[in-house]
């Protein structure tokens, strides 16, 4: 469970509830006719927006968000060194059994190319192949929230121009028109906190995962080809620490060191 996503969605809510109960009433920001507009409205055009198998993905993409399981560039580091000596001492052939453990389709992958004897560079294209292409799926993912949290204000100006034509419908009677004004502005209220509490803040989440991930993967691929090519391990070492942040460096010397490494 991703803590920082779950914490900041609340701390979003409670922060404007709050705000509200110190200068009014929380029922006066409850219409259901505003949310089924904004709300029915960004549903609507975003699905008109993409093909239906992208939309109906959209709970899984979600899942992404709220759970997640992180893969540290210095573990993977680890593994691949781990993979280098072992390619160092039995040959390029004894990594296929240690293949079958992985859990890693893309590592797995990667290293049955390998002792295939798939040429370097066609090994590299196949990977970054799939590189670019699992960029875009998350892509896809990222932009059904951008495209929801640019939906939701719009919906919420056109909840409030509804409000407006209904109060300028009772400018003869001054008492019904603080109401409609009042109910005018909710939908826009709506709309704001749509996307800027929820969508666009899930959609840039989903933007440093992708990221995250990418890197590991091409770490992955640049580990791979070293490798294959019988670099000495410890320049595979260092040319994949330039990959990450000098505070992951330190970080992993330190877990090489309390492993007796």
């Given at each position: 469970m991703d803590i920082s996503t779950v914490l900041g969605l609340l701390l979003g809510v409670v922060f404007i509830i709050g705000g509200i109960l110190t200068s009014g009433q929380i029922d006066s920001y409850v219409h259901i006719p505003s949310i089924i507009i904004v709300l029915g409205g960004t549903i609507a055009s975003t699905l008109a927006s993409f093909p239906l198998k992208n939309f109906l993905n959209t709970s899984k993409v979600i899942k992404k968000a709220f759970v997640y399981k992180e893969i540290l560039p210095d573990e993977v580091i680890g593994e691949i060194i781990n993979l280098a000596n072992i390619a160092r001492k039995e040959g390029l052939l004894a990594l296929e059994e240690y293949a079958e453990e992985l859990q890693d389709d893309f590592l797995q992958k990667g290293i049955?190319?390998?002792?295939?004897?798939?040429?370097?560079?066609?090994?590299?294209?196949?990977?970054?192949?799939?590189?670019?292409?699992?960029?875009?799926?998350?892509?896809?993912?990222?932009?059904?929230?951008?495209?929801?949290?640019?939906?939701?204000?719009?919906?919420?100006?056109?909840?409030?121009?509804?409000g407006?034509?209904?109060?300028?419908?009772?400018?003869?009677?001054?008492?019904?028109?603080?109401?409609?004004?009042?109910?005018?502005?909710?939908?826009?209220?709506?709309?704001?906190?749509?996307?800027?509490?929820?969508?666009?803040?899930?959609?840039?989440?989903?933007?440093?995962?992708s990221k995250?991930?990418?890197?590991?993967?091409?770490?992955?691929?640049?580990?791979?080809?070293?490798?294959?090519?019988?670099?000495?391990?410890?320049?595979?070492?260092?040319?994949?620490?330039?990959?990450?942040?000098?505070?992951?460096?330190?970080?992993?010397?330190?877990?090489?060191?309390?492993?007796?490494?």
């Open positions: 049955m190319l390998i002792v295939d004897g798939t040429d370097p560079e066609l090994v590299r294209n196949i990977l970054e192949t799939e590189l670019i292409f699992l960029e875009e799926r998350h892509m896809d993912g990222q932009s059904i929230f951008e495209t929801m949290g640019t939906y939701a204000p719009a919906f919420g100006m056109i909840g409030t121009l509804i407006l034509i209904n109060m300028l419908k009772h400018l003869d009677d001054p008492s019904m028109i603080g109401p409609n004004m009042s109910v005018a502005l909710v939908t826009t209220f709506y709309g704001s906190i749509l996307a800027n509490v929820v969508f666009l803040p899930l959609a840039r989440k989903l933007k440093i995962r995250s991930e990418v890197l590991v993967k091409e770490l992955i691929v640049e580990g791979l080809l070293s490798i294959q090519a019988g670099e000495n391990p410890r320049i595979i070492e260092e040319k994949l620490k330039t990959f990450i942040p000098p505070e992951l460096r330190k970080n992993y010397r330190e877990h090489l060191e309390r492993e007796g490494v």
